[in-house]
């Protein structure tokens, strides 16, 4: 070969690969910049006191309270690496959150290219997606394995090879020894899959499926009777044992479900091998007698039945009742090539489904049991999460509204929400015209629905489980603005054809005098343009990504300028007060008549099709730059701040900086962490304290007496120096500061229909002035309608530690009097 063809070979970029490599680079950067600033989050605290535990020797137990294993041997494997502190607690989190932002890659031969490249650099700006992948909590893990079991799943129908049924089993199994969110999961994608199944190779399996959903639905759902509980929701219980019955079942007037009473749900969530000395073998039989318990109720055992039932009878009808011809319906599905019976009679070439089934249980095994040191996790695993879980639907943790996620949504995810708006609708196009990417954008859609109304209907509600949502919105989003976009060019290049085309013929056919002199209008006839040539015809030639020239800046100019106009009078109607001669609901009427307008005209102008996509690209511009400002400030800027809803309840900044002031004092001091101080039941110093030596542990936060002369500093809840006036007595000669040790959105003044609360105000008034400008301010500014709500701390410290600790909410440093 010559040096010449050689030269002619060498490698070279593609745009989509540069775009990539760019999309890596800035998801490695801002998910990794300032990592460790704030203050880590009460759940954030635990799960890294547990990761550190399990690093330094202590080991590990499943406890479902605190989600799966995954996320606690991830941590202790970045301290074994990296060290222990702020940054690499979260630092498995933020990789896994550069790997989500580039998993689309994985999607291109399915939703196509320009789909997975629009929804790699959605999840590169995306609020939820940047605020979660830098969050030491289960989610962002989730989420990873939820979109590679999707990938598995699309990839696998197109081309059923085994690494993706082996890649999809791992998956699943990392999910599920993750977090109870993989339940719901499975629940979302079982549905489709199995009714795709039945469609094709016994459509009566429908029924069976549909009534089978139906039945488990009502028998644990429904059927159960209620329990008498109190305000934690633990069932009263009679002499006997037996929960106390509020309201009898309906039909048959069944008991209350175990799973009523939350103290079941701690007497099944965290077991050990060891309990009370006794063998594991001994413990495992009495865990198992305690899932009996609920296991033995009349719903629990009518599921049951219904289950293996109707699953028996499925096998049967399917697989080994014959027809007239002699064959199955199986064996009839597979010669009819039924893409759906291929895909499943791949699952037993080679043995398959037992190795994927395989990988998953080693997975399981070995994570749960945490490396076989706690076998009572192979329990725990599936029957306690579920059990404790299932409980905590019933205590609705959080107690936020049905429109909770919706109102997250159209805070942080506006575009996405507009996306779905016009993906759904393009997806059942996308299934009846039977388009090449029709099965996996039915998954997405599907997945979207039932993620919203799974996460909705469930009880406990947190903006963190928002990105389960987020995840298959964004997937939709990325194929509907690259399908708008095919389709305008496939227009565009229908009509520049058809122009030609038109052109040609003109040109063919024999000019006449008596044509010249006087016009026709026949239907192959094009009129000059008023020049005299055809230069009009370039209207029409492809321009910036195949739609019209000139028709992407042309738009994009004006629909900047009535932006930039909306704005600005947005902001001096609210700058200006209640007296301003414009209201906010005016300007933005102003503003959204400008821009339909100039929507009408473009559709006049370059056709419906075109401009759908021209709006879409520029909407999709417009509101990507206020969702990557967002992203930006929540992010970095008021992380531990609790004026955005994401933050929800958060460790507040004071808590590190006190925390890094106490490590400064002692190693001042020359002794390190031996530095003695005290503290009480409050969980985060499990954290900031875990290799303090000289930190003596208060039960209760209850002084017994004036600390020893050594201790320069004791760390209290305002709550414990409340409760116990002797504290206070104790600490005389301290200098006491009160800090925010914990602070919270103020959710009851903004969205929760409570009759005063932002959101009532507007839905009854959306003219009101005042609540206009309170959202504006809240969307634009993050300006709360009402202040913060928190728990706070005392540090109290010796005099000569006070000015370095500094001022708290106190605000003196005024020594005790002698």
């Known amino acids: 070969m010559s040096m010449s063809v050689a030269g002619k070979r060498r490698w070279t970029p593609t745009v989509e690969q540069f775009a990539y490599v760019v999309i890596a680079a800035l998801a490695i950067t801002s998910r990794l910049w300032g990592l460790g600033d704030r203050a880590l ?30 996320l606690y041997h991830l941590g202790a494997l970045t301290f074994f690496l990296f060290g222990d502190n702020d940054t690499t607690a979260r630092l498995s989190a933020a990789l896994f959150s550069i790997g989500l932002t580039l998993s689309p890659l994985l999607l291109r031969p399915v939703i196509g290219r320009l789909a997975a490249l629009v929804a790699s650099v959605y999840l590169l700006i995306s609020p939820v997606s940047l605020y979660v992948g830098r969050f030491f909590r289960h989610d962002i893990y989730s989420v990873v394995c939820e979109i590679l079991v999707f990938i598995a799943i699309a990839r696998y129908a197109l081309d059923p090879r085994p690494r993706w049924l082996y890649l999809g089993a791992a998956a699943l199994a990392l999910m599920l020894t993750n977090q109870e969110t993989t339940y719901l999961y499975v629940l979302i994608f079982a549905l489709p899959l199995a009714a795709i199944f039945c469609w094709q190779v016994f459509r009566p399996g429908l029924a069976i499926v549909g009534g089978l959903g139906v039945a488990l639905a009502l028998l644990i759902f429904v059927l159960p009777g209620t329990a008498v509980v109190d305000g934690a929701h633990h069932a009263q219980r009679d002499a006997g044992g037996a929960i106390v019955v509020d309201q009898p079942g309906p039909i048959f007037g069944w008991p209350p479900l175990e799973t009523e009473d939350n103290g079941y749900a701690l007497l099944v969530r965290n077991r050990s091998d060891s309990d009370g000395g006794r063998s594991v073998w001994e413990n495992g039989l009495r865990y198992l007698a305690d899932i009996g318990r609920f ?43 039924e893409p759906a019976a291929l895909v499943a009679s791949s699952l037993f070439v080679d043995r398959r489904w037992q190795v994927a089934l395989m990988i998953a249980l080693t997975i399981y095994a070995v994570l749960f049991t945490s490396f076989f ?46 996306g779905a708006a016009a993906g759904l609708p393009l997806a059942i196009v996308a299934a009846r015209r039977r388009w090449p990417e029709a099965f996996a954008v ?18 406990e509600k947190m903006p963190w489980l928002t990105i389960h949502i987020t995840l298959p919105l964004t997937l939709l989003f990325g194929w509907t603005l690259a399908k708008l976009v095919a389709l305008a060019q496939q227009q565009v290049a229908s009509w520049q054809q058809d122009q030609v085309l038109a052109a040609e013929l003109a040109v063919a056919e024999p000019v006449t005098p008596a044509a010249t002199d006087a016009p026709s209008s026949g239907a192959g006839d094009l009129a000059p343009a008023p020049t005299g040539g055809w230069r009009w015809l370039e209207d029409w030639q492809p321009g910036a990504l195949g739609l019209p020239k000139g028709s992407l800046f042309s738009f994009g100019l004006l629909f900047g300028l009535i932006v930039s106009l909306g704005y600005l009078l947005l902001t001096i109607t609210v700058a200006a007060g209640p007296t301003s001669p414009i209201q906010p609901w005016q300007a933005f009427i102003f503003t959204l008549t400008l821009f339909t307008l100039l929507v009408i005209g473009a559709g006049l102008r370059w056709g419906w099709t075109v401009t759908a996509a021209i709006v879409a690209i520029w909407l999709a511009l417009g509101i990507g730059f206020y969702t990557a400002r967002a992203s930006i400030r929540l992010a970095y800027q008021t992380g531990d701040v609790a004026r955005e809803m994401m933050v929800y309840t958060q460790t507040s900044p004071d808590v590190m900086r006190i925390a890094r002031r106490l490590e400064e004092a002692a190693l001042r001091r020359g002794g390190g962490t031996r530095l003695p101080v005290m503290y009480d039941n409050e969980t985060v110093w499990l954290w900031y304290l875990r290799d303090w030596p000289g930190a003596v542990y208060v039960p209760g936060g209850r002084l017994n007496g004036p600390p020893a002369a050594e201790v320069q500093a004791v760390l209290l809840l305002q709550e414990n120096l409340d409760r116990y006036p002797e504290n206070r007595t104790y600490l005389q000669d301290f200098v006491l500061q009160r800090y925010p040790l914990r602070w919270w959105f103020p959710e009851d003044q903004t969205y929760r229909l409570n009759g005063s609360s932002l959101l ?15 959202l504006w301010r809240y969307l634009m500014f993050r300006q709360p309608p009402a202040g913060l709500g928190s728990t706070d701390m005392v540090i109290a410290v010796r005099p000569e530690l006070a000015r370095q600790i500094g001022i708290g909410l106190g605000g003196s440093l005024r020594m005790p009097e002698r």
């Open 295 to 337: 296991v033995n109720h009349p719903a629990i055992i009518s599921a049951l039945i219904a289950l293996t039932g109707a699953l028996a009878l499925l096998v049967w009808l399917v697989w080994f009742r014959r027809d007239r011809d002699g064959f199955t319906p199986w064996e009839s599905a597979l010669q009819r090539g």
């Open 41 to 70: 989050h009460h759940d954030e605290t635990l799960h890294a006191a547990y990761s550190w535990y399990l690093f330094s020797g202590r080991g590990y137990m499943h406890d479902p309270l605190l989600h799966g294993p995954l």
């Open 760 to 774: 009532d105000r507007l839905l009854r008034n959306p003219l009101d002035y005042e609540a206009s400008a309170q």
């Open 442 to 459: 039915g998954l997405i859609a599907w997945w979207v629905v039932g993620a919203s109304a799974i996460y909705t209907w469930a009880g």
């Open 373 to 418: 040191t706690n076998l009572l996790g192979l329990i725990s695993g599936v029957a306690g999460s579920l059990l404790y879980w299932l409980a905590q639907h019933n205590v609705q943790r959080g107690s936020q509204p049905g429109h909770y996620y919706a109102v997250i949504l159209a805070t942080y995810e506006p575009l996405l929400m507009l």
